[in-house]
């Protein structure tokens, strides 16, 4: 498994589908304990981002999100 690292956006994401919504999404619960919000849904799309080893390419990102609190 690859670890972590901080990435910046440099263009909008495209192509964005729902993975999941609700309680389908396995880690709801610790969601809505740090973040609040009702009504989750898991998210996945494409965008150039640049890492922070200096890589710059195109790449899937996963995100989740919820009315009232944003992008996580």
């Not at 993975?19 to 740090?34: H, P």
């Amino acid at each position: 498994m690859e670890e972590r690292r901080d990435f910046k956006l440099l263009s909008r994401i495209r192509g964005v589908t729902e993975i999941a919504r609700g309680r389908g999404i396995r880690v709801l619960k610790r969601l809505v304990e740090a973040h609040g919000g009702k009504n989750w849904r898991k998210l996945k799309g494409i965008a150039r981002v640049e890492r922070d080893d200096g890589w710059i390419g195109d790449a899937k990102i996963h995100w989740y999100e919820a009315h009232g609190v944003g992008r996580v």
